[in-house]
């Protein structure tokens, strides 16, 4: 059946070959009356005769032309079509893989997000050799790099240890007091900063996943002590862009929350610098502290001072999700500044960090 555009060629073809003819014989009409009659001898001296004979001619050989030569004519365009595609598809298809190669923004005005997942996924595949890993593998960057909220740069973190002197010096109940400095760049996700330390661990989990939640803190409870109290944990200053903000403490039944506001002029489409200090304890045969990165962190670095601590002997574990390898810095315990000092260049995927693992000297003795 014949499209709506063809079937209106057709008729106008038709209406102009048959207004051309029915003028041309028109034309030749008068021009034959004319020429018995004397007043309008005048024709004679114009072409009416030769133009109303082409007008009838064309007229006619339009409609007998089109009508027998169309399905002749369509098979030579598309002959002509086919061939100039043939000869130019190399050309077409480098400009445009040049084009989403050197421009990738384009793809974003010509494909769904759904093409562009697909694109990823042949592309990574046909790179690894292996289809399925390459699904699995851009699924889970998907989950942890895509999906973050936030993202860490220029990521510090220091830890000075001391003896808790509110406790037993030694033995069950006996404590590390951390003070932990934060700093990195980031662009809010939120205008509101929580702080909060849970004993239950599955509130912590929660939390550690939570893009509202800035910092979370587990602590076991031992004693009279659990996460809600003071000695437990507390935030001790937090500052954006280098301004003091203030912290609201609440305390439930499984821990306490520090909350603090972003000011207004803090635009959430803006990177800001955010360093806050809280103290925590840490029990001395726990043996471990675990520092977590929540979010994708490019450039981590982390030290740790643990001088008049009784520590005989300081190891850093690495978990970070990163191809590189970490630079580590020791200054031993017989060191008057005994530190570790662990550093990663470039990206790292959240949920990596490190953990510091130290021996007692009563453990050796």
């Known amino acids: 059946m014949s499209s709506p555009l063809e079937r209106l060629y057709k008729t106008k073809l038709a209406l102009l070959a048959t207004v051309a003819t029915v003028v041309g014989i028109a034309l030749m009409l008068l021009a034959h009356w004319a020429n018995g009659n004397a007043p309008w001898d005048w024709l004679d001296n114009l072409p009416v005769m030769d133009i109303g004979s082409a007008l009838f001619t064309t007229g006619l050989i339009a409609i007998f032309f089109e009508y027998i030569d169309q399905a002749d004519a369509e098979a030579r365009a598309n002959q002509r ?6 000869e130019e598809a190399p050309a077409i298809r480098d400009a445009v893989v040049d084009g989403f190669a050197f421009a ?13 997942d697909r694109i990823v996924e042949n592309t990574l595949g046909i790179q690894l050799g292996d289809k399925e890993l ?39 109940g006996s404590m590390f007091v951390a003070t932990v400095v934060w700093e990195y760049r980031f662009i809010p996700s939120s205008p509101v900063l929580r702080f909060s330390c849970v004993s239950d661990l599955d509130t912590f989990r929660e939390l550690s996943v939570d893009p509202t939640s800035t910092a979370a803190w587990y602590f076991v409870p031992i004693r009279d002590l659990d996460a809600s109290s003071p000695d437990a944990f507390e935030l001790v200053q937090v500052a954006v862009n ?61 030290e740790l001072w643990y001088g008049d601590c009784g520590i005989r002997r300081m190891n850093v574990i690495d978990y970070l999700s990163g191809p590189r390898q970490p630079r580590y810095r020791h200054l031993e315990a017989s060191d008057p500044s005994p530190s570790v000092e662990v550093a990663y260049e470039g990206w790292t995927f959240p ?15």
């Open 81 to 86: 079509l086919r061939k100039v595609l043939v």
């Open 242 to 302: 280098g301004k003091p903000l203030r912290a609201r403490r609440s305390v439930r039944k499984d821990g306490q929350v520090f909350t603090c506001n972003l000011d207004d002029e803090v635009s959430r489409n803006d990177e800001v610098t955010i360093s806050y200090t809280y103290r925590v304890l840490v029990q001395r045969h726990g043996h471990t502290l675990h520092l977590d990165l929540a979010q994708p962190t490019k450039d981590f670095r982390a």
């Open 351 to 365: 949920k990596g960090g490190v953990a510091f693992v130290w021996v007692l000297d009563e453990e050796l003795s």
């Open 104 to 116: 990738p923004e384009s793809l974003t005005n010509v494909a769904s997000k759904q093409t562009l």
């Open 134 to 172: 390459a699904a699995d593998a851009y699924r889970d960057l998907k989950e942890q790099i895509i999906g973050a909220r936030q993202r860490w740069e220029d990521a510090h973190v220091s830890v000075a240890l001391a003896p808790w002197k509110k406790g037993p010096a030694s033995g069950n």
